[in-house]
């Protein structure tokens, strides 16, 4: 069903009365002009699409603040003006679209006053971290205003994704974000395998591989926070802990990121039993070992000075601003696609989903550090539960539109794909890096410019997930 | 003439020791973070290597920016030679107590300058932050070398001070000392930009206190800047340890109290090197507010130590 630009601030009330969100709203090429998709997911997921006359319709930030990122990006791909939008700076500073987004031309802060400075970082930074741009406006040592400016990761994956369906493009989705890509490659997975019926074995270990991703990323977090606060025992601790979950990686699927096990119809490779022992034991010790890594932290009261009320995102910004994943239940919100709407065996096992209300750095470390444990409890359920059986089914792609959501370890990971005569015309991907990059610019106001890193590394997002 | 060549020789050895103990407490911390670490003479590599590469210098810099590693390097050369290491001699008898605090204080200052000169905003915040600290950590390192001067009869003079210390005996072991020792370890570790000050292994540009003001450097000026903040280090090191625990300095120039006087300042230096990489690896940096309250006990604790003087 179409409908007017005009109509979709009603209508997406209309949805989010009964319990769904904004997860994704793109523009998508129709043969005379364009038009607008709205995804929503709540129990299921909707889709609302819109048709735009000429290239400009009326922004919907004003009255619902998550489309703000999505209309820029949109004006930035397509060209469609958002009248109206508060807020158009270029999204994608460099991206490969050139011109439209104004070039290299980086806009100053909308903020003057006596004393007021603008520190711009980056693109380049001492550390090795991913490629961005950030501008301050202290007072001092407080932020005021902090803005980011990305982009410069930009590979146009969304393109690269526009093939016949019958090939194999789960390395593309692998390659999104490298230390996301079970969750990518999953939720891409999604969108091909639409309704056929994945072996349950395969449903197990892809939970499993999942949550092993979700284990080392937490790990490669808490050691960067212990890190960035120079807390620098545990930050070894935890990186030891993180390497033991990436040679257990390795001995599954041969690479450390577990990319190329996951294949349209289930596995490309069985895990064995010899192996599924070891994971156990391992997990047992990493478990424990955990506790203690946190325990230490958190027993450091110069540790616990650095993290309490440090970088404060409020549950009413976490809401606006549609926040994501662990940066959002540690904010208070409690959402997590793995409850809503289970994919792969996340119905058949049972695990609690940790939420912390303070939403300081403090509770985003101790979100993750509980989402470990109860990681390590869903892996061993799987492993339990697994029986032996076939991995890999054939695979049928109808014509249609497909979403696949999942819950990758920074949070709702959304793929939609438009496939027509076999082809894929129109693929849109969400990192959930997307929506939790405003998140940060709203965390760290308040905040002294020392504090940045620690409050960036606790969120823990990424650039190239989020370059696309 | 005997106590110029031993005053000279210590200055020397001062000098080419700091890597030493620089490369130590880099291996300590490794060590305490089960990494292996590298060598311990990685230090002497760095600075050789850096001295033989070309710099790159920021083209809003003017003159000072190359003038001021020398003006570093220059003041540390000569508190070198006005610190006791092994033995009570110095080459430069004249200097005292106060004149040091503010050869520390002239370096920090050029050091600012630099920063702000190579014209990024990391040496303009790590500036800002260092002057903070500076106002902060001068008080209390001024009075806590007074507290030490009070105790023995009020003499400035840096070779006095060891001797009229071991000559006083068992009764020095007072408040005031302790009190004074602590309230200095404290400004060592500010003054040496050590966590929980700063921390000088961090790749964070917007934390950086000391590095961020040296991000601007490179090859030579940066060799020699690195050296002197190694020799920063190790002169306060060797002023904790001869100042305030004197026993076992060469008091004479006879060979064996020589060797007594270099085995201990060895062992000395040595300790307070573990000491600093067991605080490193215990503790997370301050919040940069923070950073005055610590400042203030260390302020207080040398206050302290000067009304014990007078009251006890």
Known sequence: ???????????????????????????????????????????????????????????????????????????????????????????????????????????????????????????????????????????????????????????????????????????????????????????????????????ERARFIRTMLAELERIYNHLGTMAGIALDTALAVPAAHGNMLRESILRLNEKICGHRQLWGILRAGGLSKDVSETVLAEIERELMRIKFDTEDLAGVMTRSPSFMDRAETTGRLSYEDAVRLRAVGPVARASGVNADVRKMRPYAAYDKVAFDVPICPSGDVYARMTVRKREIIESISVIIQCINEMKDGPICTDVKTKDGFYAGITESPRGETVHCAHIEGGRITRYKIRDASFPNWPALECAVIGNIVPDFPVVNKSFDLSYSGNDL | MIDLVLSVIQAIMMIALA??????????????????????????????????????????????????PYVCFGSMLLLSLMTPFFSAYVAAPYGDLISMVYIFTLYRFMMVLGGLEGGSVFGGMGGSREMMMSVLIEPSLLLSLMALAGLTGGSTMIGDIPRELIGMGAIVLTPALVLAASSFFITLLAENSRVPFDNPATHLELTMVHEGMLIEYSGRGLGLMDLSSMMRLMIFSSMFCTMFFPWGIALTASPSAVLIGLASILIKVLLVTLAIALIESYLAKYRLFRLPNLLTASFALSLLAMISLYIL
């Not at chain 1, 009964?18 to 997860?23: K, M, P, T």
């Not at chain 1, 998709?37 to 709540?42: D, I």
């Not at chain 1, 903020?111 to 603008?118: Q, T, V, Y």
């Open chain 1, 1 to 199: 069903m179409m409908y007017g630009t005009d109509e979709l601030p009603d209508i997406i009330r209309d949805y989010s009365k009964r319990g769904f969100g904004l997860v994704c709203m793109y523009a998508r090429d129709v043969p005379d002009g364009h038009v607008l998709e709205v995804v929503m997911a709540g129990d299921g997921v909707e889709r609302i699409t819109a048709r735009v006359d000429g290239t400009m319709y009326r922004s919907l930030t004003s009255e619902i603040p998550g489309a703000s990122l999505y209309e820029r990006e949109i004006y930035e791909t397509s060209g469609i003006y958002p009248a109206g939008h508060p807020d158009m700076r270029p999204l994608r500073s460099r991206s490969t679209w050139g011109s439209l987004s104004g070039g290299d031309a980086i806009p100053h802060n909308d903020i003057f006053g006596d004393g007021i400075f603008e520190i711009p970082v980056g693109p380049i930074h001492a550390g090795v971290i991913g490629p961005g741009h950030f501008r301050f406006s202290v007072a001092g040592e407080p932020i005021l205003m902090m803005k980011a400016y990305l982009g410069y990761s930009r590979r146009g994956v969304e393109k690269l994704m526009e093939t016949p369906v019958s090939y194999d493009n789960a390395p593309i989705a692998e390659r999104i974000s490298g230390d996301n890509a079970v969750a990518h490659t999953l939720a891409h997975l999604q969108t091909v395998e639409q309704d056929t019926e994945i072996p």
């Open chain 2, 19 to 68: 890597p030493l103990f620089a490369g130590i407490l880099n291996k300590a911390k490794a060590r305490m973070q089960h990494r292996a670490g590298s060598s311990i003479f990685q230090p002497y590599r760095d600075v050789a290597k850096l001295m033989r590469k070309s710099e790159n210098i920021s083209e809003s810099s003017s003159w000072l920016f190359r003038f001021i």
